[in-house]
């Protein structure tokens, strides 16, 4: 049987900017050692996973301006808690055992580094969201 931890760690990409240094909060190497590659592997997930939300309530993303799909963006990764929790499972997913636990001794600051690069990374990829419109209404 093959090893989970080294082929999940063979699998997420090299983040040449997301540096870990001595002088960085232990959270801080985590986020930038484990949570950024992990989120950077998930992204094409991610974003499936947000455009089947916006479908669930009917495309009124798709009517609104940019400003306010931003703000739909946060509110949706804040506010929903299904949603929220639904996206930290497919980050904590792919944790190693070790990952896990170190992520365990403080859930709730790495909790919100986490929600706060999604938000980042699907806010980024709005005009991908905008795409997916045309095939929607085809």
């Known amino acids: 049987m093959e090893n989970r931890e080294s082929n999940l760690l063979a699998i997420r990409p090299q983040l040449l900017n997301a540096r870990v240094s001595e002088n960085m909060s232990n959270d801080e190497q985590f986020q930038n050692r484990t949570i950024r590659p992990i989120i950077k592997l998930q992204g094409d997930l991610l974003l ?7 479908k669930k309530r009917k ?3 798709y009517e609104i301006s940019l400003e306010k799909r931003l703000a739909f963006i946060e509110n949706a990764i804040q506010k929903d808690m299904k949603f929220r929790n639904s996206l930290k499972g497919m980050v904590i997913g792919q944790f190693t055992v070790e990952e896990y636990l170190t992520y365990t001794q403080n859930s709730s600051s790495l909790n919100k580094r986490m929600m ?10 709005v005009q991908l969201l905008e795409s997916s419109l045309s095939v929607i209404s085809e």
């Open 48 to 54: 499936e996973v947000f455009k089947n939300y916006i």
């Open 59 to 61: 495309n009124t993303f």
């Open 116 to 125: 706060n690069i999604v938000k980042e990374r699907l806010q980024d990829n």
